[in-house]
Each structure stands twice: as structure tokens, then as C-alpha cells.
């Protein structure tokens, strides 16, 4: 799915501009992350990554694990390794597994759901 690798290559350029072209016009989008309440908006989702994208020091690799694609919605799960070279004076890293849905809308394929969950992590 397109939409989903455009996606997932905005994180890994830090590409803000694009991210915001992959979610849905109408503002709704789920964000569910470890230790976070949660959020339903695009608004609040935009929020989080522009702090996040302003750091430059992280990185992320992804790998699709497995998709479902129906006519106007669909769901893929993505491993994915987040790592920074120091947190408080050490490595850091914390490997997830990320639920992503996507709706279709005129035509279009958009992310609405991120829904992500830690397998691993460094303490």
C-alpha cells in the first residue's frame, strides 16, 4: 500500500510536510502509544511529530510484517526499531510493533489509526 510507505519513509526522513499529506482531510486520526493516554485527532497527532521531527539525533527502520487490503479500509503491522544514540548518557532503543489502519476516502488511501505496542525496549 502506498499510502503506508509514504508514511512510514516520512518518519524515517523526518519529512513533516508529507506526513500531514498521508493523514485523513477530515482530522480524524487514533494515536495509541505506550504510556500515552491516547488521541483522536490529526491535530494532536501533527502535534506530537512536529516536536518529534525537530530532533535530529533518532532514527527508525521498518519492516512490514503483514497487510489486509479491502475496498476502503485496510490494516498492516510493521515491526519497527527506534533508536537514539544517548538517552541520560546511554544508547536507547525500543522495538514496537505498530497496528496502522487506513480508510479510504474519493479515491484516496489514508492512514487513520496508529496504534503501537513495545516488544523490547532498553531500559
Not at 548518557?89 to 496508529?114: L, Q, S
Request: overall charge negative; aromatic content about 12%.
Amino acid at each position: 500500500m502506498e499510502v503506508l510507505c509514504t508514511h512510514l519513509n516520512t518518519a524515517a526522513q523526518k519529512d513533516f510536510p508529507v506526513l500531514k499529506s498521508t493523514l485523513l482531510p477530515s482530522g480524524e486520526m487514533n494515536l495509541i502509544l505506550p504510556g500515552s493516554e491516547p488521541t483522536f485527532t490529526t491535530a494532536d497527532f501533527l502535534e506530537l511529530y512536529k516536536e518529534w521531527f525537530e530532533d535530529p539525533s533518532w532514527s527508525v527502520e521498518t519492516t512490514l510484517l503483514d497487510s489486509e487490503v479491502g475496498t476502503d479500509q485496510a490494516i498492516a503491522w510493521v515491526r519497527t526499531m527506534y533508536a537514539e544514540p544517548e538517552r541520560d548518557g546511554v544508547p536507547y532503543f525500543n522495538e514496537m510493533i505498530i497496528t496502522y489502519g487506513h480508510k479510504k476516502v474519493d479515491g484516496h488511501w489514508y492512514v487513520r489509526h496508529d496504534h503501537s505496542s513495545s516488544i523490547r525496549k532498553s531500559t
